[in-house]
């Protein structure tokens, strides 16, 4: 199985703060990975598919980059409703394993 | 309007298998490339995958699971069910169906989750 590793797993920040998140993975995936947000009691998210494409309807602040096993979400101007917890998810190949979760909190 | 929900019981005791159903809407399982998986989070935890199937009835599994967990789908009534044997306290989460579309290689739509709570 593909491991990803996310870090850090906690960030406190504030609002208007440009936030990276980053996740690495065991071994290459291309890009094949995926971001989610999550909030409390809710599904998760789709952010940003082929690590670089943002999905329909997401602000324009979030953005991700990387590929082979590194990769980045960022944030560029952290906004009161994007305090959150994030996920990436490689699409690679079977089992499709999630990253531990990055949880950003206020500062 | 794509819509997912999650069905089944809420309590089960230990040893006992869980049977849950995915019911969805505004797409079909035989179309090429759609595909319908099972996503797990116990309280407090990360997301776990569990299973998926294809529209060319194709499954998946999670390694470690794998000999618990069959998945299994009925086109015609547009529902994915899975089931897993042998439940434990430690299976107690949230169990989310979610949907992969061919232009996108991602869960674009998830269920709102279902929580299963395992205890005698």
């Known amino acids: 199985d593909i491991q990803l590793t996310q870090s850090p797993s906690f960030l406190s920040a504030s609002v208007g703060d440009r936030v990276t998140i980053t996740c690495r993975a065991s071994?290459?995936?291309?890009?094949?990975l995926a971001w989610y947000q999550q909030k409390p009691g809710k599904a998760p998210k789709l952010l940003i598919y082929?690590?670089?494409t943002l999905q329909s309807g997401v602000p324009s602040r979030f953005s991700g980059s990387g590929s082979g096993t590194e990769f980045t979400l960022t944030i560029s101007s952290l906004q009161p409703e994007d305090f959150a917890t994030y996920y990436c998810?490689?699409?690679?190949?079977?089992?499709?394993?999630f990253g531990g979760g990055t949880k950003v909190e206020i500062k | 309007q794509v819509t997912l929900r999650e069905s089944g019981p809420a309590l089960v005791k230990p040893t006992q298998t869980l049977t849950l159903t995915c019911t969805f809407s505004g797409f079909s399982l035989s179309t090429s490339g759609m595909c319908v998986s099972w996503i797990r989070q116990p309280p407090g935890k990360a997301l776990e995958w569990l299973a998926l199937i294809d529209w060319d009835d194709d499954k998946y599994y999670s390694t470690s699971l794998k000999t618990r967990l069959t998945i299994s789908k009925d086109t015609s009534k547009n529902q994915v069910v899975l089931t897993m044997t042998n439940m434990d306290p430690v299976d107690t989460a949230t169990y989310y169906c979610?949907?992969?579309?061919?232009?996108?290689?991602?869960?674009?739509?998830w269920g709102q989750g279902t929580l299963v709570t395992v205890s005698s």
């Open positions: 979610a949907r992969i579309q061919p232009s996108v290689e991602a869960y674009d739509y």
């Open positions: 998810q490689q699409l690679n190949s079977y089992p499709n394993t």
């Open positions: 082929a690590a670089s």
């Open positions: 071994q290459g995936i291309s890009s094949y």
